[in-house]
């Protein structure tokens, strides 16, 4: 495992985290969180414009990429190593599409969050993994409380996001008794700009998702869980932890009309 004085160089140099999805939601609050505590900072996404407004704001580095084309990442990668080593990688990147059923599901829909999900979490891991086994590190893949459960209009992306957490899974049986912390934060009810918005397509409703919820999570409350994971002692690992609002029992049984706690 790592030496026994890892973290006590850490404190002086400062850990380099690469974060993807980071150009909204839970991605861009735990790029500031990150930041904010001193780690070093590479926020990935599509979007550039939004990776220049967060690089502005917080002082990270950044890297403009789809990362659902296993060459973008292999780029990025490169660019990003080329800067020193990756001490963390947040797999955040996803997404849902709709709420078809199984009978009348779109299979490009169910690729696309395949590809969205699954494969850019396997892209980034596969790209930074050598440096990670050879001085030690953190892969943290944000899933989903739909990658423990299922529910109506849910397969496609319970399809995906089972998957990706099977990746962690085998991965933290595949490299145990190596230097490299494998973690999963899995997300239920989470309030954001954009997740519901994207899913189903208009803004009414997506509202309608979160209508009567006195509490619902939002990005910084996944951004907390994350960060004390990463920032646990080295022979921890927090291999899978579940976060929901109060008013979320499961997937589909949540509280609505009810008095904030």
């Known amino acids: ?10 404190m002086s ?19 500031r969180l990150l ?32 990362l659902s084309d296993e060459a973008q990442v292999e ?9 020193g080593p990756v001490d963390a990688l947040v797999n955040n990147a996803g997404g849902a599409i709709g709420v078809d059923s199984v009978a009348d599901s779109d299979p490009a829909r169910w690729s696309a969050m395949f590809d969205r999900n699954v494969l850019t979490a396997l892209h980034c891991s ?7 086994r050879e001085r030690g590190g953190d892969l943290v893949f944000v899933t989903s ?3 423990h459960d299922t529910y109506p209009g849910g397969g496609g992306y319970v399809a995906a996001k089972h998957a990706e957490r099977i990746i962690a899974n085998t991965l933290r049986q595949e490299l145990v008794g190596e230097p ?3 973690i999963e934060i899995a997300p239920g009810m989470v309030r954001t700009e954009e997740f519901s918005l994207n899913r189903l397509g208009s803004r009414e409703a997506a509202d309608r998702v979160y209508e009567g919820v006195a509490a619902p999570l939002v990005a910084e409350d ?3 869980a994350i960060v004390w994971t990463l920032e646990r002692p080295s022979h921890v690992n927090i291999d899978s932890m579940i976060v929901r609002p109060v008013a979320q029992a499961t997937n589909t049984l949540v509280a609505r009309n009810a008095p904030e706690a």
């Not at 495992?1 to 850490?10: D, P, S």
């Not at 596969?126 to 990670?132: I, K, N, S």
């Open 222 to 224: 996944i951004a907390e």
């Open 35 to 66: 930041a904010k505590r001193g780690w070093r900072v590479v926020a990935v996404a599509r979007r550039r414009e939004r990776l220049e407004a967060l690089a502005a704001e917080i002082g990270c580095e950044y890297w403009a990429a789809d």
């Open 75 to 83: 780029e990025m990668a490169a660019r990003v190593l080329e800067g």
């Open 13 to 31: 140099i400062p850990r380099r985290v690469v974060v993807t999805g980071a150009s909204t939601g839970i991605g861009q609050a735990t790029a």
């Open 126 to 132: 596969r790209a930074f993994l050598p440096g990670m």
């Open 180 to 182: 490299v912390r494998i």
């Open 145 to 147: 409380t739909a990658a």
């Open 1 to 10: 495992m790592r030496a026994r004085g890892y973290y006590c160089v850490l």
